[in-house]
């Protein structure tokens, strides 16, 4: 039940008032909105518990991750057993809060581990509400020996989201390719 209301509550303050959909991108200044997400008390829907008290995706030692659907541009969501994927090549796996580990809290730093195609290094960025940027407060790292099947060199970073809201993360290799998400942070 604290979960459901949690899960309205950001999905107030993420969404505003409903808009039209549209096949083509919104428009820079267009406010992000919240996407539905699947019942947080469902079994298939809660991320395990690691040892540390984080969150992390549950099955992903050795079990075959599900397809995610493409992030629609600028819909703002939470992870699905603690993954989420980007545009274009890009995948996150977050570990997060302990007692509520489908949701990033603004004040609170948030693992994020990043696999994307492509070679050279890779900088992230993320603006969220009223413009507001941030970079991660460490890395990205290098991670070798990881069980997460997704494409790409796995690197990992931590964030401090100063606000909540909705915040686009953009992925940038140095060869040219990009991706990104949109998270909401509570």
Avoid: Y
Avoid at 94 to 120: C, H, N, Q, Y
Avoid at 175 to 180: I, Q, S
């Amino acid at each position: 039940m604290v979960v459901m209301v949690a899960g309205l509550a950001l999905s107030a303050a993420c969404s505003g008032p409903a808009a039209p959909r549209s096949s083509s991108p919104p428009s820079s200044t267009a406010e992000p909105t919240v996407a539905p997400t699947a019942d947080p008390a469902s079994p298939a829907s809660s991320p395990a518990t690691g040892a540390t008290g984080t969150a992390g995706p549950a099955g992903v030692a050795g079990a075959a991750l599900p397809d995610l659907p493409e992030p629609r541009p600028g819909v703002c969501t939470v992870p699905t057993n603690g993954e989420m994927r980007g545009t274009g090549t890009l995948w996150a796996l977050f570990f997060l809060r302990a007692d509520d580990p489908s949701t990033a809290a603004a004040g609170r730093e948030a693992k994020i581990v990043w696999k994307m195609a492509g070679t050279g290094d890779i900088t992230f960025t993320a603006t969220g509400p009223g413009g507001v940027t941030t970079t991660p407060t460490w890395g990205p790292e290098g991670h070798g020996g990881s069980t997460w099947q997704r494409p790409g060199r796995e690197v990992g970073t931590g964030w401090l989201f100063p606000t909540p809201g909705c915040w686009t993360i953009t992925a940038t290799r140095t060869t040219a390719e990009t991706g990104k998400l949109w998270l909401a942070v509570g």
